[in-house]
């Protein structure tokens, strides 16, 4: 049997979530309906940053739904391959930041574990 680790949302389930839950997700929708409203940041703009969000934080439902809406809102494909190049690097540049700060300490961390393990292993 196949089981997708993301099942397509549709409309029984948001009306179980609607039905399960009405207060909280009337209170999610106004605050998304507010949050992505015109302001000092047109619609256009917000939806090319909720998109390449949406990449970093993988969750396969608001990339194509934030995709969806930037595309709506005017965003080319070559802005969106843009703001999804901005966020693999914003994603690899922390790993790559991470690792040189950790490879710096690899030889106490390395030390403090040996000695660590050797104490444990004493008998008592």
């Not at 997708?4 to 909280?24: D, E, F, H, V, Y």
């Not at 934030?66 to 703001?83: D, F, N, R």
């Not at 690899?92 to 106490?108: D, E, K």
């Amino acid at each position: 049997m196949d089981k997708a680790m993301n099942p397509t949302s549709g409309p029984g389930i948001a009306a179980r979530r609607k039905k399960l839950a009405p207060g909280p997700l009337a209170a999610f929708k106004a605050f998304s309906d507010s949050a992505f409203a015109d302001g000092a940041l047109p619609v256009k703009t917000k939806q090319q940053i909720a998109m390449a969000v949406a990449h970093v934080s993988q969750c396969p439902y608001c990339i194509r739904g934030h995709t969806a809406a930037a595309l709506k809102s005017g965003a080319t494909g070559q802005v969106i391959m843009e703001a999804i190049w901005g966020a693999a690097e914003m994603r690899g540049g922390a790993v790559m930041r991470s690792r040189r700060s950790h490879s710096t300490r690899w030889p106490r961390i390395r030390y403090e574990y040996e000695y660590e393990s050797e104490l444990e292993l004493e008998p008592g």
